[in-house]
């Protein structure tokens, strides 16, 4: 059993584990309406601005000193900051900002709401973030992409505030095409192909006959999995956009793409983060991402040659990225921290499988949904955001804007969605 105790606030209770409908899904319109109004009230009070879980380095006081040379020292600071509880932000001089990637969620679930509700308020709202997002895009010399508001350093690479990667640049080109698709804005269309031209030109890591992976950020031959299968389903995504000849080019791209990232599955359906040996991990949101990208590369190809494979990791996702009672552990091997962006690719990832009609484990799934209602109340405040993490002994309740807020106002925003 987890190691969760069911006396804990935290906990779920045994009643509420065996008290299901089958054919109600608990991540329903009427339990989630109020927590996304609530958390949208919270963000357009900030401007949708707000600390962000890496951005330590941005700290006015320390970048501009001998240290800051230094990756372990970089590395040190982004823990250091990631790891407490204590938001030492505004005493390191690291002020609020604006991220692309946040506000391309928020953009995402405000269409959700207008495509809803038709009210003009949300509209209202797109339009705002829309402009936001096209004045910070960076041109490229083919394409235009978009990157994070601050330093990054990771154990593969360092990262420079504005520089383009490719995880923002398609979940802002997602945006953009949905505001596209919402409110037939032209200059929304060639924004978000430009990032798809981006994505041919610049980010390529290697390719062969058989194989290829896109790169997280140009430059740097990094594999990892979630951003090429990303990449490869944005290509998908955007590929009735261009014409006939080239679309047999950029189509044979993406099932390269694929064959690289899901030759790398292990026998048991576990998906590692990465090729190098220290990303070897296999984590639950990582995962999630890749099965939302398989789903929407098939979709739009139209093929199902990878459904057999899909169907594996999820049975994997279900049966060893929970636990007994349904909560979403972080790593398959341990539980906490109970983190708000594990709890808000899952409430997508279950939400998905709901739409999808997927065949397989329904108990198990139900089980799943009832407790993510439950934590989702858990980890909103009363003032609106959302809680960072439960760890095994305590909370973290740094509302971060984009790991949190925008994550679980895009997820929430996706199931009330009818559509999603």
Request: neutral net charge.
């Amino acid at each position: 059993m987890s190691s969760l105790n069911l006396n804990d606030p935290m906990g779920i209770s045994a009643e509420q584990l065996t008290s299901f409908d089958i054919t109600f899904s608990p991540l329903s319109r009427a339990n989630l309406l109020p927590r996304v109004k609530s958390v949208l009230k919270y963000v357009q009070a900030t401007n949708y601005e707000g600390y962000d879980l890496f951005d330590g380095l941005n700290s006015k006081f320390l970048k501009s000193t001998v240290f800051y040379r230094s990756r372990y020292f970089r590395l040190a600071l982004i823990q250091f900051c990631k790891k407490s509880s204590v938001n030492l932000r505004p005493l390191l001089g690291v002020s609020r900002g604006f991220n692309p990637k946040g506000g391309a969620l928020f953009l995402m679930g405000l269409i959700h709401l207008f495509q809803t509700f038709g009210d003009e308020i949300y509209s209202n709202e797109a339009y705002i973030l829309f402009q936001r997002l096209r004045h910070q895009v960076l041109s490229r010399t083919v394409g235009n992409a978009w990157g994070y508001n601050f330093d990054w350093q990771a154990r593969a690479f360092y990262v420079p505030e504005g520089t383009p990667n490719l995880v923002t640049s398609v979940f802002v080109g997602r945006a953009l095409l949905a505001y596209y698709k919402c409110f037939h804005d032209p200059q929304a269309l060639d924004l978000a192909l430009g990032v798809s031209d981006f994505i041919l030109s610049e980010m390529i890591c290697h390719e062969d006959d058989y194989f290829l992976c896109f790169r997280y950020i140009p430059a740097e031959d990094t594999e990892v999995h979630n951003a090429n299968l990303l990449a490869a389903s944005y290509l998908a995504e955007t590929l009735c956009f261009f014409s006939g000849s080239r679309q047999q080019v950029i189509r044979e791209k993406i099932l390269k793409s694929i064959r690289f990232s899901t030759a790398d599955i292990n026998p048991d359906g576990s998906w590692p983060y990465g090729t190098l040996p220290f990303h070897r991990w296999v984590d639950n949101f990582h995962t999630g991402f890749n099965i939302e990208s398989l789903y929407s590369i098939q979709d739009c190809l139209q093929i199902d040659d990878y459904t057999m494979v899909l169907n594996q990791v999820i049975e994997y996702y279900l049966d060893h990225l929970f636990d007994d009672v349904g909560l979403p552990k972080y790593y398959r091997d341990h539980l906490y921290p109970i983190d708000v962006h594990v709890l808000a690719e899952s409430i997508i990832i279950l939400n998905l499988l709901r739409q999808r009609a997927y065949p397989g484990k329904a108990s198990r799934r139900l089980l799943i949904e009832k407790t993510l209602i439950e934590l989702v109340a858990k980890f909103q405040d009363e003032r609106g955001y959302f809680y960072y993490q439960k760890r095994s002994r305590d909370w973290n309740k740094i509302p971060y804007i984009r790991w949190g807020q925008a994550w679980m106002f895009y997820a929430l925003a996706s199931c009330v969605h009818p559509d999603f």
